[in-house]
């Protein structure tokens, strides 16, 4: 350092002032680049600023989205029930045309839509920056289309954009997994999640659609165009192609669901069709069905209001959605809970006289004339009250709780679709906590049978008989069978995912079953309109009241208003010696199980072994 | 050395630092405009070089406490620490956009063939404050800078990043001229870089590089590639007439027509939106800062704080000049970001260590060297 520091000292000042010298040299030549800078700057946008000012107003370039097409939904055999056919959309670009009313007068009949609402729409985006277009009308019609096209000169501002919109190859199959699609609101494109979206994009609003948006979407392709004055193409000056979607195929089964669907038809309810042995489904129907296919392009007022309006109210879907007391089916948990808690054994028989008194209070069994003395396996098959009344008495409720919630009961099954119920498990710290009271032993025996606090969701009831027949492990009831992306690669596989295990041993499900063989196969069973004619299936019925109203009693089921009239179960598997199937049904208000599900549960369990003995094993 | 003298803070170059604050401020105002409407995720663009200013000052802070003369003898190890640096990057660095150039820390991608301009300069500088002639420089004296500038040149030049590479190239001569040279070295070496462009043509320009020459001379050839961003550049600043079309209201800026708007092309934005005036008022700010530069460097009571100053003003001048020119459409397209004013972490910190160095030579002045 010294030494340097000593050359430094010796530098020839004479160096030093030529160096400085250049220095002002320095100064001229930049300053002489300075001057070029700012006679280029002058001679930009003073000069010839008012040409680049026209240019950049009128030979400006836009930037086009080119929608990419959203990946098919396929079915378990790899038919297509979800594809794209192009839709002619009509936009209008803020930037063309600065005076809308005119334009939108001459549009309004061609479009065949009110002033008011193309008003509504363009409102609606004012937020918008300026270069996005505006959706104004959603699959025109080839006249319209021709129209606009010829009358271009007439109405600026005005295009026509090609969008890939939804195909449904089988209506409204399936219309409740499925979902549909809608245009993006202004509220989800605030959020997060929807942060690459623009106004105008479609959107999946329900179901597969909304749940896997982001597989399905694919990436937007970009135009970048060149346009004049008018807004009309010059030339276009960049392509970008869109990327598509990826494929979903579904585990669905398109005939299974068709069955499962006409058999319900004009019933509200639910039928679902799972395998017991991985928590696939084949069919999983909510009726009535959704009216998706009228949904492309936005949901029409009307019909909107007629979903609203429906008694049957097709917009809730009752796999998931739908809770209602379990009614019998619930003996199942009661006969687990009973022979694991030793409380009863296979050959414990009570007197069923038709009615049970507690308290000084009396409750009936469904038969009123009474099952006499009655075993367990007879009292699932004929579905004796008063046996399970005993038997859910000596349990207590919490003991009785803690074995439907080991089936599942209480909690979501865990499908991936939005807005599933958990139903309700009553405890007596539940009914603490929520009515400030405490548990009555009377509502005990109600809930032993299925009735009172007890709520679940169909798909509930489903995975708890198959639990019940496949050694006790519950699955999560899933739809995606494999995930592909465009070029056929496999992104995702269908993998089973146990959710929990049944309490109880083995040996006890097994006796369950027998009496579930018998429910179906003996002449007294309550289920034997379901038995088919060449393969052995169990199953258990269920009648859940809705109002237990002294003034209906003894009026026949169709004199009962709809409303106040009982849902009708049916869970059922088979075949029943290594049972592969699990069909639950439920019939909103149908009346009585065994008469209105059971059959139904019939038609597709006899569909499904069709098919199976149609196609070889794979 | 360290120890602290009053005279350094009545020294304290408050000057520069009022123009770097200027320009950093119109940086950052600009820098929204040129991604607004923001909807990219993460950190906006402007916050994240907010943060690099915020690093920069730090910097300046810790050179300026600092005598520069102890660059005299650091610079060497500095030079070993950016050739490693740049191998590295060429090996290992994080492909983008085709090129090597960087570096991933983490919390940003250095660059490191901008600090190397910076170094370069110290190396310079060092170099010729050391050596003593009385009649000039002869070839022979020049084999050591030329090949100084030679090393670190190739290897960016093989990232590839010519704008940088031909920015040593700058630096080198801009700081050569200033040292006095014998005349017939001078026209011996003005011959051979004569010689040199059209070998560079044939076999050092990459195709794509040639291409953006030639688009240049004839813009009307590629209309989708650099002759549109020329044109739309031209277009955007040129639409901005006297008085601009106002803050965050320029249309071609915000039509995405210019991929590299907040980098390279972030003047034009400027110029649209602010205009002529606009405009005048930065470029006056801007080019007060040079000047200034060269203000500190006659104003240096010793040879090395001179060069320093000069290889610093012609760092910032050079790639401001061609960056302007590039975005007026006067040069061809090379990747050059405007100093201080394009977004990127390592141009502005490399740039701001510089200006911490002409400060550090200000603030100096008086004092008796040793």
């Not at chain 1, 509200?268 to 017991?276: F, L």
């Not at chain 1, 808690?341 to 069923?352: A, L, R, W």
């Not at chain 1, 308290?359 to 099952?371: E, L």
């Amino acid at each position: 350092m010294r030494q340097d520091t000593q050359k430094l000292r010796t530098v020839n000042e004479e160096e030093l002032t030529a160096l400085k010298k250049r220095i002002d040299l320095a100064i001229g030549v930049i300053i002489l680049f300075l001057a070029i800078l700012i006679a280029r700057l002058w001679n930009l946008q003073i000069l010839k600023g008012p040409e680049f000012a026209t240019l950049s107003e009128n030979n400006s370039v836009r930037i086009r989205d080119i929608s990419a097409p959203r990946g098919n939904i396929l079915d378990r055999h790899g038919r297509l029930i979800i594809t794209n056919r192009p839709y002619f959309n009509v936009v209008w670009f803020k930037e063309d045309a600065p005076v809308p009313d005119e334009v939108i007068q001459k549009l309004s009949p061609i479009l065949k839509e009110d002033i008011s609402t193309l008003l509504t729409r363009i409102r609606e985006a004012a937020g918008q920056p300026r270069y996005i277009p505006i959706l104004l009308k959603e699959d025109i019609p080839w006249s319209a289309l021709i129209y606009i096209e010829n009358h271009r000169l007439d109405l600026p501002g005005v295009r026509v954009e090609v969008v890939p919109s939804r195909n449904y190859k089988y209506s409204n199959l399936a219309s409740h997994l499925v979902g549909y699609l809608g245009q993006i609101s202004k509220k989800e494109l605030q959020s997060s999640q929807y942060q690459q979206y623009k106004g105008g994009d479609q959107v999946g609003k329900m179901g597969v659609e909304k749940r896997f948006e982001e597989t399905l979407r694919g990436e937007k392709g970009r135009r970048y165009l060149e346009v004049d004055v008018h807004g009309f193409e010059q030339q276009q000056l960049k392509h970008i192609d869109p990327l598509p979607g990826n494929d979903i195929q579904l585990t669905i089964d398109v005939d299974l669901q068709k069955t499962a669907e006409e058999s319900m038809a004009g019933k509200a309810g639910t039928v679902i069709a799972m395998e017991v042995n991985s928590g696939r489904l084949l069919a999983i129907a909510s009726t009535p069905e959704l009216k998706i296919d009228k949904f492309i392009g936005g949901i029409p007022i009307d019909i909107w209001q007629e979903h609203l309006d429906d008694p049957l109210h097709p917009l809730i879907n009752k796999t998931i959605q739908g809770v209602y007391p379990p009614g019998s089916t619930y003996k199942i948990v009661t006969a687990l809970a009973g022979l694991s808690e030793k409380v009863i054994t296979p050959k414990t028989i009570f007197y069923c006289s038709g009615s049970y008194s507690l308290h000084g209070r009396r409750y009936g069994c469904w038969k009123s004339g009474g099952h006499g003395a009655i075993d367990l396996k007879r009292a699932l098959a004929e579905s004796c009250d008063v046996y399970f009344y005993i038997t859910g008495q000596k349990l207590g409720i919490d003991t009785l709780a803690k074995y439907a919630k080991s089936m599942g009961l209480g909690e979501k099954t865990g499908i991936p679709l939005d807005h599933e119920k958990s139903g309700l498990v009553p405890t007596s710290d539940w009914k603490k906590r929520q009515k400030k009271e405490s548990w009555q032993e009377g509502e005990t025996l109600s809930a032993a049978i299925g009735q009172g606090f007890n709520l679940t969701t169909p798909l509930q009831i489903c995975c708890l008989t198959a639990a019940t027949v496949n050694g006790g492990i519950l699955y999560q009831p899933q739809f995606i069978e494999s995930i592909t992306d465009p070029e056929g690669s496999i992104l995702q596989q269908f993998t089973p995912v146990k959710t929990g295990e049944v309490l109880g041993s083995h040996a006890y499900l097994d006796i369950i079953k027998k009496g579930l063989i018998e429910v179906v196969n003996d002449k007294h069973g309550t289920g034997i309109k379901a038995k088919l004619d060449n393969i052995v299936i169990g199953g258990k019925t269920g009648t859940a009241q809705v109002v237990r109203l002294s003034k209906f009693k003894n009026v026949p089921d169709d004199e009962i208003p709809y409303r106040y009239r009982d849902h009708a179960w049916f869970t059922s598997f088979a075949p029943a010696d290594n049972p592969e199937i699990a069909v639950t049904v439920l019939v909103e208000h149908g009346g009585h199980g065994g008469s209105v599900a059971g059959p139904i549960a019939k038609q597709v369990l006899e569909k499904y072994f069709e098919l199976k003995n149609k196609q070889p094993e794979q | 050395m360290l120890r602290f003298d009053r005279r350094l803070l009545q020294n304290f170059d408050w000057l520069i630092l009022l123009f770097v604050i200027t320009i950093a401020t119109m940086c950052l105002m600009n820098l929204y405009s040129a991604t607004y409407p923001n909807i990219s995720r993460g950190t906006p663009v402007y916050i994240k070089q907010l943060y690099f200013f915020i690093m920069g000052f730090g910097l300046i802070l810790v050179i300026i406490s600092l005598d520069y003369r102890i660059f005299l003898n650091l610079n060497y190890i500095l030079y070993t620490c950016i050739i490693l640096l740049l191998l590295y990057a060429l090996l290992l660095g994080r492909i983008q956009a085709g090129t090597q150039r960087w570096i991933d820390l983490g919390f940003f991608n250095l660059q490191p063939s901008e600090l190397a301009k910076l170094t370069l300069v110290i190396t310079l500088a060092s170099y010729y404050s050391r050596k003593h002639t009385e009649e000039g420089f002869d070839l022979r004296g020049l084999i050591a800078p030329i090949g100084l500038t030679l090393l670190p040149f190739l290897l960016i030049l093989k990232q590839p990043d010519l704008g940088t590479a031909l920015m040593l190239g700058f630096i080198f001569v801009s700081m050569t001229l200033f040292v006095k040279l014998k005349w017939q070295t001078l026209t011996f070496l003005l011959g051979v870089c004569g010689s040199l462009i059209p070998i560079a043509w044939k076999f050092i320009l990459k195709p794509y590089q040639r291409q953006r020459i030639e688009t240049f001379l004839n813009p009307e050839s590629d209309p989708l590639q650099s002759g549109y961003h020329i044109m739309q550049s031209k277009i955007a600043v040129g639409s901005g007439l006297t008085f601009g079309k106002g803050y965050l209201n320029g249309t071609q800026g915000h039509l995405d027509f210019l991929p590299e708007r907040h980098t390279d092309f972030a003047f034009s934005i400027w110029a649209e939106e602010w205009g002529f005036v606009g405009s005048l008022f930065f470029l006056a700010v801007y080019f007060s800062m040079i000047l200034w530069g060269l203000n500190i460097a006659s104003s240096s009571r010793d040879k090395f704080g001179t060069l320093l100053c000069i290889g610093v003003v012609s760092l910032i001048f050079w790639q401001a000049f061609i960056n302007l020119a590039m975005v007026m459409g006067i040069m061809p397209v090379v990747g050059m970001p405007l100093p201080l004013f394009s977004y990127g972490g390592s141009s502005l910190i490399t740039t701001m260590a510089g200006i911490g160095i002409m400060m550090s030579v200000r603030m100096r002045r008086y004092q008796v060297p040793g």
